[in-house]
């Protein structure tokens, strides 16, 4: 069983910036991608960022420019580096772990969730 911890959501202002990690541990053979998702209140989940292994990221239309997704390899982990943060950024945000080779979109293991407030 594979198992995602997150950290570093928090309070931010309009304008800042965080850095979301997601560290995955337990029996891994192999990750082909990680993502990163979230909900806000009262709104369905959605992707916002993704990775595979070969480095091709993908975003939702409204965090491109601002959001940076990012790999440790050795460390099993990813990132979120988000910038200029606005309040509708404000959501639960979700880490996920792709590990079924040649579908690094096919997340089978989800983090806890960590809350990402950003205030005007």
């Known amino acids: 069983q594979v198992q995602l911890t997150e950290s570093g959501g928090g309070l931010a202002q309009a304008g800042g910036s965080l850095r979301l990690s997601c560290a995955a541990s337990?029996?891994?053979?192999?990750?082909?991608?990680m993502g990163w998702y979230r909900q806000a209140p009262g709104k369905q989940r959605e992707m916002v960022a993704a990775?595979?292994?070969?480095?091709?990221?993908n975003y939702v239309d409204a965090v491109k420019g601002r959001f940076t997704i990012s790999r440790d390899n050795a460390k099993n982990t990813a990132y979120l580096q988000m910038n200029s943060l606005k309040p509708e950024d404000t959501a639960v945000y979700y880490c996920?772990?792709?590990?079924?080779?040649?579908?690094?979109?096919?997340?089978?293991?989800w983090g806890q969730g960590t809350q990402v407030t950003v205030s005007s």
């Open positions: 990775i595979t292994t070969g480095g091709t990221t």
């Open positions: 337990g029996r891994i053979f192999t990750i082909t991608g």
């Open positions: 996920a772990v792709a590990v079924a080779v040649g579908r690094p979109y096919d997340y089978g293991y």
